[in-house]
C-alpha cells in the first residue's frame, strides 16, 4: 500500500491581517519615536511597542513560509516546527483563542506531543479540519484522555468526543 503525504501552507490572504496589523503599528508607534528625544519614556514606551509589532510581523513571515507535511506515519510542520509519529502521540490538545469577549472570533490551535517533540498549528492553515479529524481518530485509537475543553473544542468542528473524568460544563461554570 502506498503512502499518502499531503502537504498543508497557510494562505496568504489568512496570514494578511498580521501584515497589516504588524505595519499599522509599527507606523503608530515608530514614528511618533522619531520625534522623541532616545532618553525619554516616551521613546522606551513606542520603542518597546513598536518591537512587538515587529514581533508579530515576523510571526506572520514565518508562518507564511510554513509547511506542514503530513502522512500515514507523522505530521511535520517546517521550517521551526517539530515532528510527531501518530503512533507515539500521547497527548492532543484543541485550544480556542477568542478576539472578543463574546467569542464570537478567534481561533484554534492543535497542539500534538509526541514526548517531547510538538508540532503546532491553528486553524488558518488550509486543511486543519482534515487535521482535527485525523486527530480525533489517534486520540481515539490510542485511547488518549483529552480535557474537557479540548472534547468542547473538538465538538464545536463537529467531531464527537468523550473528555477525561472531571467536572461536568455545568460544575465547572
Do not use: C
Request: avoid cysteine.
Amino acid at each position: 500500500m502506498a503512502s499518502v503525504t499531503s502537504t498543508y501552507r497557510y494562505p496568504p490572504r489568512r496570514v494578511m491581517g498580521d501584515y497589516l496589523r504588524s505595519a499599522a503599528g509599527l507606523v503608530l508607534t515608530g514614528v511618533p519615536a522619531t520625534q522623541l528625544p532616545v532618553a525619554s519614556i516616551g521613546f522606551a514606551i513606542l520603542i518597546g511597542l513598536a518591537t512587538l509589532f515587529a514581533i508579530l510581523g515576523l510571526q506572520g513571515l514565518i508562518r507564511s513560509r510554513t509547511r506542514v507535511v503530513v502522512s500515514d506515519a507523522a505530521i511535520e510542520s517546517s521550517p521551526w516546527g517539530g515532528r510527531v509519529q501518530w503512533r507515539e502521540i500521547t497527548k492532543v490538545d484543541l485550544a480556542y483563542f477568542s478576539t472578543r469577549r463574546d467569542r464570537r472570533n478567534g481561533w484554534m490551535q492543535l497542539t500534538l506531543r509526541a514526548g517531547k517533540e510538538i508540532v503546532r498549528v491553528d486553524s488558518r492553515l488550509e486543511g486543519f479540519d482534515r487535521l482535527a479529524a485525523r486527530s480525533v481518530q489517534i486520540a481515539r485509537d490510542q485511547a488518549l484522555s483529552l480535557s474537557l475543553a479540548t472534547a468542547t473544542n473538538f465538538r464545536a468542528l463537529g467531531h464527537e468526543v468523550t473528555p477525561e473524568p472531571g467536572p461536568t460544563l455545568q460544575e465547572a461554570s
